[in-house]
């Protein structure tokens, strides 16, 4: 590990997160409706929404064990269906008070909680009513569903994100949302659902500042820094370009309060531009957020590619494979992604490189000059549970170890980082890849298609972390 000669805050919060739909399960009852992961998830290869953690039975137990791993913060994202069921309209009591209930526990744990308003989990109900985020309609509604959040939590809850990884949304928008399949090639339509989630978030800051003028708001990208193949001028260019619209394009809107010039140039050129209403340029402006909250995994590579090359999304490894993604994404005339052949992958296929870390959290402070927090950071890999009940996930803690280093570096060069959450504090369900594919510091004893009995069962990493936390990451 290089030595540093600034440290991490007296008062930094490290943490964990979660999301609801991967953790909570009673996913139809309490007075919960269904959401659109809900109804995606019965055509899951891998589980279902069901019982996922169980986290809604469990919840005094886990909160007790993020307590004893020592957390000071905990990220965790509420259920608009389990609020709403219908959307809008009565709120579902037993779902407000379950709020109340976790967020009272982590307080009495000395735990502070940091809220994601929206984690992929609308209520089905506005999907029937009107398509859900294809629909404009959706800005008001999420606006409402997010002052009634403050108004309601408010005293209790001082930092907010509003929408989890709107580019990846926006990327995997037939997985995040639901999206009829007449509807799934259109790219033009794709955008402008990005733009009705664009004018949410500025809605929801506009409405939540209007009660709670002191919550600290943030959206919540998942930054992937983009590195040129070869020093050639074109891959330099094709990796500026993969930066400015798979990153700016999303992080702007939430910090300057407006798109890039040159990706909108592009949009247009390419036919793709979607349609603002009179006023959404000012009313983004009321979208700026107070903190910069970002989700990292890994970066990814760019080449150049010709005008007329296929526009294409990158495909995506199931079953864990190492090597089986083979299409990569193609903006024509911008980039293609490809794969680094410098960097180790997971068996998903995702780089692992801390170094990038640092390399995107520097540049992102340097281009918006706002503190910034970690809200994502983890090992997606295969646990195994031994025959004495250990989980020896010594991969997971030395993927932890290089990320943290590397956060030790961007605070070394002057980043203002106030917050790290590990992805996951227990094993949840993969928005891709189900139980399979294990995240948490606390392993959850079930399967896919075998509940088991939902055991918590604390990892290495939970035992690693909890001495990282209690050394305020001096010892790694
Ligand atoms: C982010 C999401 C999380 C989590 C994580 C890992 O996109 O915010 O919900 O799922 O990625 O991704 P996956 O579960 O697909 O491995």
Redesign the pocket.
Known sequence: MKTYRREFKKDFLWGSAT?AY?VEGAAFSYGKAASQQDILSENSLFCTTETASDHYHHMEEDVKLMKELGLKTYRFSMSWPRIFPAGRGEPNPEGVKFYHQLIDALCEAGIVPIVTMY??DLPWKLVEEYGGWLNRKIVDDFANYAAFLVKEYGDKVKHWITI??QN?IYRMWTRKNYIPEELQKDEKLRYQMNHHYTMAHAAACRAVRAIRPDVMLSGVP?VEPAYPRTSSPADCAAAAAANMMRNYFFIDPYMKGSYPVQAMNYLEDQGLMFRMEPGDEALMKEGCCDFLAV?Y?HSVCAKACEEDAVRADTALNLYGIKGSATSFETAPGLYTLCKNPLLETTD?DWPIDAEGFSYALTDLYERYGKPMMIA?NGL?ARDILTEDGRVHDDYRIAYLRKHIDALHDAVDKGVDLFAYCV??FMDLM????GYE?R?GLVYVNREDKDLKDLARIKKDSYYWYQHVIATNGRDL
């Open positions: 999301s991967q984690h992929y989890n990884e990846i998942a989700n995994y998903w994502e997606g992805w996951s993969s928005t891709s890849n594919k995240y």
